[in-house]
């Protein structure tokens, strides 16, 4: 390019068009973080506390709360270049599971399910200590269908990979991703 420049093959007025905009994404990159996942942080903030999702729904499963807890403190951190603390983050995440249920599916002709779902709700409260405007508190619910033949005891452990993978990005989208 700078052989092209010299011998003026490059019109000049496309160099300044390019410093323009390479100024201009300079100046505007000060004011928020991006990432390649989406997520905009302001640049003030630097860490994130995540506390522990605590199982409050009727039926609980043993190891929901830590593998839900676990997959959004690794979400965080791998994704965004916030420090994870144990307690007063610039952001908070808090919540609760307040639901697993199963429910049938698909109602055959002889009133039997062909499906069930598993449903899992989790009731997330998101503090942004610098910029209050994005706090939220809302449930966040995901659902998986299996065959209604299958034991839930046999496919429960891929169920619940699945859907908490779903919920994490669902409550990490609406805590840092300002689509």
């Given at each position: 390019?700078?052989?092209?420049?010299?011998?003026?093959?490059?019109?000049?007025?496309?160099?300044?068009?390019?410093?323009?905009?390479?100024?201009?994404?300079?100046?505007?990159?000060?004011?928020?973080?991006?990432?390649?996942?989406?997520?905009?942080?302001?640049?003030?903030?630097?860490?994130?506390?995540?506390?522990?999702?605590?199982?409050?729904?009727?039926?609980?499963?043993?190891?929901?709360?830590?593998?839900?807890?676990t997959a959004?403190?690794?979400?965080?951190?791998?994704?965004?270049?916030?420090?994870?603390?144990?307690?007063?983050?610039?952001?908070?995440?808090?919540?609760?599971?307040?639901?697993?249920?199963?429910?049938?599916?698909?109602?055959?002709?002889?009133?039997?399910?062909?499906?069930?779902?598993?449903?899992?709700?989790?009731?997330?409260?998101?503090?942004?200590?610098?910029?209050?405007?994005?706090?939220?508190?809302?449930?966040?619910?995901?659902?998986?269908?299996?065959?209604?033949?299958l034991d839930?005891?046999?496919?429960?452990?891929?169920?619940?990979?699945?859907?908490?993978?779903?919920?994490?990005?669902?409550?990490?989208?609406?805590?840092?991703?300002?689509?």
């Amino acid at each position: 390019m700078l052989k092209e420049f010299l011998q003026h093959k490059i019109p000049l007025k496309a160099i300044w068009v390019f410093i323009g905009f390479f100024a201009l994404s300079l100046g505007l990159s000060s004011c928020v973080t991006y990432s390649f996942t989406g997520a905009s942080i302001t640049p003030d903030a630097k860490t994130i506390s995540i506390q522990y999702i605590d199982n409050r729904a009727s039926f609980v499963v043993p190891t929901l709360s830590e593998s839900i807890t676990t997959a959004l403190k690794d979400r965080f951190s791998s994704q965004t270049s916030l420090i994870l603390v144990n307690n007063n983050g610039d952001l908070q995440l808090e919540g609760e599971i307040t639901e697993f249920k199963t429910s049938p599916q698909a109602i055959t002709g002889d009133q039997t399910a062909a499906l069930n779902r598993l449903s899992i709700t989790v009731k997330i409260k998101f503090t942004n200590l610098l910029e209050p405007d994005k706090n939220y508190e809302t449930g966040f619910t995901r659902y998986e269908e299996y065959e209604s033949n299958l034991d839930l005891s046999a496919v429960q452990d891929g169920l619940i990979e699945t859907i908490n993978e779903m919920l994490v990005d669902d409550i990490f989208n609406k805590a840092v991703v300002n689509w």
